[in-house]
């Protein structure tokens, strides 16, 4: 089992930066794939960034590329995800999550869930 904790959400003005952090235990995750997604009130949960296990391949959703960085840190078991240039559209619970295998979009495909970390933008 992978336990994940995300952290450093919070509130922020629009064109601001947040960055957050996706700690993984239980298991090392060096192999895995590393996901954000996110979900607002009311809208399905979203892809927003993925990585590869070595970090050689990242994918962005339209909506953040360019403004959002992806990475990784094997030896201590975290994912990032940099987010600058924040618009209130990008208020959200984001969620990290790691899967075994290919980085793939669907969040049908990602075996493991943290709980969620609240961003909110404000205008």
């Known amino acids: 089992q992978v336990q994940l904790v995300e952290s450093g959400g919070g509130l922020v003005q629009a064109g601001g930066s947040l960055r957050l952090s996706c700690a993984a235990s239980?298991?090392?995750?060096?192999?895995?794939?590393v996901g954000w997604f996110r979900q607002a009130p009311g809208k399905d949960r979203e892809f927003v960034a993925g990585?590869?296990?070595?970090?050689?391949?990242?994918n962005y959703a339209t909506s953040v590329k360019g403004r959002f960085t992806i990475s990784r840190d094997n030896a201590k078991n975290t994912g990032y995800l940099q987010m600058n240039s924040l618009k209130p559209e990008d208020t959200a619970v984001y969620y990290c999550?790691?899967?075994?295998?290919?980085?793939?979009?669907?969040?049908?495909?990602?075996?493991?869930w943290g709980q969620g970390t609240q961003v909110t933008v404000s205008s």
């Open positions: 990585i590869s296990w070595s970090g050689g391949i990242t």
């Open positions: 239980g298991r090392t995750v060096g192999t895995y794939a």
């Open positions: 999550a790691v899967r075994n295998g290919a980085l793939l979009s669907s969040t049908r495909e990602w075996a493991y």
